[in-house]
T-cell receptor, first 114, second 114 residues
Framework: KAGVTQTPRYLIKTRGQQVTLSCSPI?????VSWYQQTPGQGLQFLFE???????NKGNFPGRFSGRQFSNSRSEMNVSTLELGDSALYLC?????????????FGEGSWLTVV | AQSVTQLDSHVSVSEGTPVLLRCNYS??????LFWYVQHPNKGLQLLLK??????LVKGINGFEAEFKKSETSFHLTKPSAHMSDAAEYFC????????????FGQGTELSVKP
């Protein structure tokens, strides 16, 4: 059974540009969540999608957005990139939105903003 | 609201000696608690989870954790460290109605000396 797949794995962008990251959850999983990992702030929750609806949102500016498609695949977008957006972005999936479900993480997308 | 405090940012042990990584949590509701491990430049792997069943939880690779409600703790232990255990470990909390929104501790880096 394939795990959570994130693309691209590595990317470099320039300040002011925008970026789209993609996540394919484990087959059968309908909940997808996104996290940002930085050395200074650690792992922070961005948002969660379930059945194409945003169910939860973290404390990030509106430049960070996401969506989920009918096949449960998800994308997140960051517009007007800033140097501080350089981070590892992790996608996670689970069967549904209930707490206690096992949540599986992808390998992440490394974003560098220059 | 939920929060997690990992009491040690770095733990160093010798190979073959016991491992103890400490975690305290705070939660307004019955929590689900997890330990994840992250090896360098990798995603997060679930070690074990507690979801209101048995208070002593066994995970992969010989790790286990005990949920102590009176102490609001969920410490991770392993009887005998292996070189391959060197990694970053995260204690995580969520609740039933927060599902995919995981709250992470700041992490504990485990070093294993030969």
């Amino acid at each position: 059974k394939a795990g959570v797949t994130q693309t691209p794995r590595y990317l470099i962008k320039t300040r002011g540009q925008q970026v789209t990251l993609s996540c394919s959850p484990i087959s059968g999983h309908r909940s997808v969540s996104w996290y940002q990992q930085t050395p200074g702030q650690g792992l922070q929750f961005l948002f969660e999608y379930f059945s194409e609806t945003q169910r939860n949102k973290g404390n990030f500016p509106g430049r960070f957005s996401g969506r989920q498609f009918s096949n449960s695949r998800s994308e997140m977008n960051v517009s007007t990139l800033e140097l501080g957006d350089s981070a590892l972005y992790l996608c996670a999936s689970s069967l549904d939105s209930r707490g206690g479900n096992t949540i599986y993480f992808g390998e992440g997308s490394w974003l560098t903003v220059v | 609201a939920q929060s997690v405090t990992q009491l040690d940012s770095h733990v160093s042990v010798s190979e073959g000696t016991p491992v103890l990584l400490r975690c305290n949590y705070s939660s307004s509701y019955s929590p689900s608690l997890f330990w994840y491990v992250q090896h360098p430049n990798k995603g997060l792997q679930l070690l074990l989870k507690y979801t209101s069943a048995a208070t002593l939880v066994k995970g992969i690779n010989g790790f286990e954790a005990e949920f102590k409600k009176s102490e609001t703790s969920f410490h991770l232990t392993k009887p005998s460290a292996h070189m391959s255990d060197a990694a970053e470990y995260f204690c995580v909390v969520t609740t039933y109605n927060q599902g995919g929104k995981l709250i992470f501790g700041q992490g504990t880096e485990l070093s294993v000396k030969p």
